[in-house]
Nanobody, 121 residues
Framework: QVQLVESGGGLVQPGGSLRLSCAAS????????MGWYRQVPGKERELVAG???????NYAESVKGRFTISRDGAKNTVYLQMNSLKPEDTAVYYC???????????????WGQGTQVTVSS
């Protein structure tokens, strides 16, 4: 089994910063893409940022220039540095990882439990 454990969410004022972390552990042979989605009540989950095993990145238009995704392959951890936060960034943030648990299997998508980010004065 693979577990994703997120941390770093919380309450921050507009214009502030937060750094989310998501550490994968368990049976991991290979890890492909990792990243973050977010969701607010009543809306669909939306991609925030993703990063491949080769460190190629993609971002939602709404966060470009403000958020930075990175990963530490040795630690199987993905980070999301969020700067210049806005109230509309308020959401539950979920990390994901495309994981191959063993050499004789395929990849499957694993989700974290979610961490709340609230941007408010």
């Amino acid at each position: 089994q693979v577990q994703l454990v997120e941390s770093g969410g919380g309450l921050v004022q507009p214009g502030g910063s937060l750094r989310l972390s998501c550490a994968a552990s368990g049976r991991i042979f290979k890890m492909n893409a990792m990243g973050w989605y977010r969701q607010v009540p009543g809306k669909e989950r939306e991609l925030v940022a993703g990063i491949t095993s080769g460190s190629s990145t993609n971002y939602a238009e709404s966060v470009k220039g403000r958020f930075t995704i990175s990963r530490d392959g040795a630690k199987n951890t993905v980070y999301l540095q969020m700067n210049s936060l806005k109230p509309e960034d308020t959401a539950v943030y979920y990390c994901y990882a495309d994981v191959m648990p063993s050499s004789n299997g395929g990849y499957y998508l694993k989700w974290g439990q979610g961490t709340q980010v609230t941007v408010s004065s």
